[in-house]
């Protein structure tokens, strides 16, 4: 049936998430979610949304939520735009603030949901590599020539390495004429927030999610935060597709997990106490690990193929992230954290492997 397939169709290749298992009695360490459950407040405010309001649409502007948002980052409500998951709202930044004559900017070695987009856009690309080391340098960017915009993780992923402040600053400093987009997916665990540039720089553009640090990745929301100017491009973009991308249960959940700052806090201390438990296990074990601010790790072991240990370890119902794709990180691991349980067995895991 692909005859009916659109040009633009027949040339994507789509983005790969990783595996949401069906086989009981994994341990997933492969998708970088939360491994504790939500704030009890949160599960609250989901149950609290009656039955005879769910026959209503939502607010399409999420006014509650931004609001939340808004009070919590030091900013205006109308700097701040939310979205269904962090994806949907880069989505959305792809299409409204990125297509220029000049490439797109981003690490090679970076989320790999950015080319899918460039090309689903019709953006053109230019992928910077990644120093020996694997950090971002930010010559390499100030020297790269005219662009359409710069996008990066921080931490980045897969590798976990944040970029510190100063940097983005001088970032920032040399590109005042492209919108800079920092994808802030796991900043809470360690890096520095580029939140508080958004007063100096109109065109920075910071982007979250609650799918991690929030453990609410299956509730699906995602907010981005910057000057009032690229907010109302996506929100051009977002009512020019579907003006209510989050719905009530969503809404009310993810107020309540922005204001339940005393459950965000201890959980956040938790997972880098256990990533850093976990870091000293691999080490111990022989592998060499990047620096991470990130909820996950990136390992290899000399001597060892990734895609092996890997298999390896599923085989002892333990379940990471391998990238075979570029060929510089197919030795490499991505290992979620997650609860101290969960790490005895990956520790296990790799004692019988490499017995």
């Given at each position: 049936?692909?005859?009916?397939w659109s040009e633009i169709v027949r040339t994507l290749t789509p983005y790969v998430p990783g595996e949401q298992p069906k086989i009981d009695g994994l341990v997933k360490l492969n998708t970088n979610e939360?491994?504790?459950?939500?704030?009890?407040?949160?599960?609250?405010?989901?149950?609290?949304?009656?039955?005879?309001?769910?026959?209503?649409?939502?607010?399409?502007?999420?006014?509650?939520?931004?609001?939340?948002?808004a009070r919590r980052h030091g900013l205006a409500e109308n700097q701040v735009f939310v979205g269904n998951g962090s994806d949907e709202v880069l989505a959305h930044i792809f299409m409204g603030l990125l297509?220029?004559?000049?490439?797109?900017?981003?690490?090679?070695?970076?989320?790999?949901?950015?080319?899918?987009?460039?090309?689903?856009?019709?953006?053109?690309?230019?992928?910077?590599?990644?120093?020996?080391?694997?950090?971002?340098?930010?010559?390499?960017?100030?020297?790269?020539?005219?662009?359409?915009?710069?996008?990066?993780?921080?931490?980045?992923?897969?590798?976990?390495?944040?970029?510190?402040?100063?940097?983005?600053?001088?970032?920032?400093?040399?590109?005042?004429?492209?919108?800079?987009?920092?994808?802030?997916?796991?900043?809470?665990?360690?890096?520095?927030?580029?939140?508080?540039?958004?007063?100096?720089?109109?065109?920075?553009?910071?982007?979250?999610?609650?799918?991690?640090?929030?453990?609410?990745?299956?509730?699906?929301?995602?907010?981005?935060?910057?000057?009032?100017?690229?907010?109302?491009?996506?929100?051009?973009?977002?009512?020019?597709?579907?003006?209510?991308?989050?719905?009530?249960?969503?809404?009310?959940?993810?107020?309540?997990?922005?204001?339940?700052?005393?459950?965000?806090?201890?959980?956040?201390?938790?997972?880098?106490?256990?990533?850093?438990?976990?870091?000293?296990?691999?080490?111990?074990?022989?592998?060499?690990?990047?620096?991470?601010?990130?909820?996950?790790?990136?390992?290899?072991?000399?001597?060892?193929?990734?895609?092996?240990?890997?298999?390896?370890?599923?085989?002892?119902?333990v379940l990471v992230r391998h990238f075979r794709a570029p060929e510089r990180i197919a030795p490499f691991l991505r290992i979620s954290v997650g609860t101290e349980a969960q790490t005895d067995a990956l520790?296990?895991?790799?004692?019988?492997?490499?017995?």
């Open positions: 049936m692909s005859r009916y939360c491994p504790y459950g939500p704030s009890e407040k949160v599960l609250a405010a989901i149950a609290g949304q009656n039955s005879e309001a769910l026959r209503l649409y939502p607010d399409p502007q999420a006014s509650a939520l931004k609001a939340a948002i297509r220029h004559e000049a490439p797109l900017l981003f690490p090679d070695i970076s989320y790999s949901f950015y080319p899918v987009y460039a090309k689903l856009y019709g953006i053109a690309t230019r992928a910077i590599p990644l120093a020996g080391d694997f950090s971002l340098r930010v010559d390499d960017y100030l020297q790269a020539g005219p662009n359409g915009g710069i996008i990066f993780a921080n931490p980045n992923a897969p590798t976990g390495m944040p970029l510190p402040l100063a940097e983005i600053r001088r970032l920032l400093q040399g590109n005042p004429d492209s919108v800079v987009v920092v994808d802030e997916a796991y900043v809470d665990f360690g890096a520095e927030s580029a939140v508080g540039l958004i007063a100096e720089f109109p065109q920075l553009l910071v982007v979250h999610t609650l799918s991690k640090s929030r453990a609410l990745a299956g509730l699906r929301v995602g907010y981005a935060m910057g000057h009032a100017d690229l907010i109302e491009a996506l929100t051009r973009v977002k009512d020019s597709f579907n003006s209510y991308p989050l719905d009530r249960l969503a809404i009310a959940g993810a107020v309540a997990a922005i204001e339940d700052e005393v459950w965000f806090e201890a959980t956040c201390r938790k997972v880098i106490a256990t990533r850093e438990r976990m870091v000293a296990g691999l080490q111990a074990r022989g592998f060499q690990v990047l620096p991470s601010a990130a909820n996950f790790v990136f390992a290899q072991r000399p001597g060892s193929e990734g895609a092996a240990l890997a298999a390896g370890l599923r085989e002892h119902k520790l296990a895991a790799l004692d019988a492997i490499l017995a």
